[in-house]
């Protein structure tokens, strides 16, 4: 079944405690994307990327790394949380370049909560 | 550049009544256009898109939108809203030709009432 997967799906941190949330697709994908949802703000987008080994910031990068080593894995870090990154935070990525429009295809969310 | 307002951070409707959801969008090329919804506890799948073949496009559930290039929009409609369509849903915009990321609304809650 063609999925994007995140791990955790919740979470509760303490601020300061590094912590990774995971991401998978298994749709060959070249295009992954990070984005936070909070409300009344809609989708805000953290980082993405193009391809292996190229990521780039979205409008909301402050607090979050990212990175790309497999086409399929693109992991969130947030190395030091803090609670203002409390937020709900999706995954999703893209067809290959060629035959894009631009649709996403979304995991089903992790819910991080930091204190 | 392009952009994409959503009227209404909260549309309620009765079980029944027509839904309509309003998007307007801005674009600099000729548009790919979005919906998506977001059920309680869940992430975000695709309702219906528009890549440039027909301006009336329909998706799943009876949900279809029109685009209408002269007003920059392509609002959402349903005939007869059920219980189940309470959902949170996001338009979207990416540029055909570009780098196709796309831009997303803030969001609109449907509100469906017995």
């Known amino acids: 079944e063609a999925q994007v997967t995140q791990n955790p799906r919740y979470l509760i941190t303490v601020t300061g405690k590094k912590l990774t949330v995971t991401c998978s697709q298994n749709?060959?994908?070249?295009?992954m994307s990070w984005y936070r949802q909070d409300p009344g703000l809609g989708l805000r987008q953290i980082y993405y990327?193009?391809?292996?080994?190229?990521?780039d910031k979205g409008d909301v990068p402050e607090g979050y790394k990212v990175s790309r080593k497999e086409k399929r894995n693109f992991p969130l870090i947030l190395e030091s949380p803090s609670p203002n990154q409390t937020s709900l935070y999706f995954c999703?990525?893209?067809?290959?370049?060629?035959?894009?429009?631009?649709?996403?295809?979304f995991g089903e969310g992790s819910r991080l909560t930091v204190l | 550049a392009q952009s994409v307002t959503q009227l209404g951070s909260h549309v309620s409707v009765s079980e029944g009544a027509l839904v309509l959801l309003r998007c307007n969008y801005s674009?600099?090329?000729?548009?790919?256009l979005f919906w998506y919804v977001q059920y309680p506890n869940q992430g975000l799948q695709l309702l219906l898109k528009?890549?440039?073949?027909?301006?009336l496009v329909k998706g799943i559930n009876d949900f279809e939108a029109e685009f209408k290039k002269s007003e920059t929009s392509f609002h959402l409609t349903k005939p007869s809203a059920h219980m189940s369509d309470a959902a949170e849903y996001f338009c979207?915009?990416?540029?055909?030709?570009?780098?196709?990321?796309?831009?997303f609304g803030r969001g609109t809650s449907l509100i469906v009432h017995p």
């Open positions: 999703a990525s893209s067809k290959p370049r060629g035959s894009n429009t631009g649709e996403l295809f």
């Open positions: 749709m060959n994908h070249e295009y």
């Open positions: 990327s193009m391809n292996v080994e190229v990521t």
């Open positions: 674009s600099s090329v000729p548009p790919y």
């Open positions: 528009y890549t440039s073949a027909a301006t």
């Open positions: 979207a915009v990416s540029e055909s030709g570009g780098s196709y990321i796309p831009t």
